[in-house]
């Protein structure tokens, strides 16, 4: 679908009904199962091989302009995914904020994306990435081919990376597969690489990302986005990778927000 023809935005509802089955003895597990996970997602954090700067001064509270919530539909089981967060099945979870810089400003908003997909895309167009429209509705996302598959944003000048926030299909629960976050000044990302998010438990993407398997935890996309810090990690360009999701084999993207400091 061209930039200029984009469906017109459609009046959403909103629901409060429980979304998911919380089955007890299925949550037991699946918290056992998340908290060993967790347990190693330090030990990959000092896996990274790239350059970052700490911030010793002032901080703040990423705040970002949200989209109008979408109606959850049919409830959808995804208490059987083994590294999400118990947490997120529950009516009142809200994804977790990262602190920033106050300096940070929004560095991504019209920068130029790239893929690995050889094909175009399913629909919509890559600039959507970086256009500031979050609409979860029909027409405001882009759908790349099935498989392991990256999205790339050019900063078009060396940053630290605060944080990047990802918007994903919300209209209904899904679960993104392999979500894999990466900084760098090279843009074919075989040198100086530091990977600020891996939640591949399997291995498959993570081998393809030139890392081992990660640690994070699966997450639900919503209207929130994910926030995921990036330590000020130093790069012009963000990788995001995934593989599918709970529902299907495509790779869907609304929004991406990289948030940081130029580098002077």
């Known amino acids: 679908m061209a930039q200029g023809l984009r469906r ?23 918290n056992q199962i998340f908290t060993g996970l967790v347990a190693g997602a330090a030990a990959f954090a000092l896996a990274s091989c790239g350059g ?32 999400l967060n118990p947490r997120e099945l529950e009516d009142d979870f ?3 904020r990262v602190r920033v810089p106050e300096s940070a400003v929004l560095l991504s908003r019209g920068k130029p994306v790239s893929s690995s997909d050889e094909e175009e895309p399913f629909e919509g167009e890559l600039s959507y990435i970086t256009d500031g429209e979050k ?3 029909e027409g405001f996302s882009v759908i790349i081919s099935p498989g392991p598959q990256w999205v790339q944003i ?19 629960d899904r679960v993104v597969n392999d979500v894999i976050v990466q900084v760098s000044n090279d843009p074919t990302f075989e040198t100086g690489v530091t990977t600020i998010f891996n939640n591949d438990i ?37 990788r995001l990778w995934s593989n599918g999701n709970s529902d299907n084999r495509m790779n869907e993207y609304i929004e991406v927000e990289v948030w940081g400091r130029p580098v002077e």
Do not use: C
């Open 52 to 83: 970052s700067d700490s911030h010793s001064g002032p901080t703040r509270v990423l705040e970002v302009e949200l989209p109008q919530e979408l109606s959850v539909g049919t409830p959808v089981d995804l208490s059987g995914i083994a590294n």
């Open 202 to 238: 399997t291995g498959e993407t993570a081998e393809l990302a030139g890392v081992g398997r990660g640690g994070d935890p699966a997450f639900i996309g919503t209207y929130h986005g994910r926030q995921i810090a990036g330590n000020g990690a130093r790069g012009q360009h963000v």
């Open 8 to 30: 017109p935005r459609e009046t959403k509802t909103q629901t409060v009904d429980k979304r998911h089955n919380t089955n007890p003895e299925t949550m037991r597990k699946q």
């Open 154 to 172: 050019d900063l078009e000048q060396e940053a630290l990376v605060d944080a990047v926030v990802v918007w994903h299909y919300f209209m209904n």
């Open 135 to 137: 609409d979860g509705n």
């Open 94 to 96: 809200r994804p977790e």
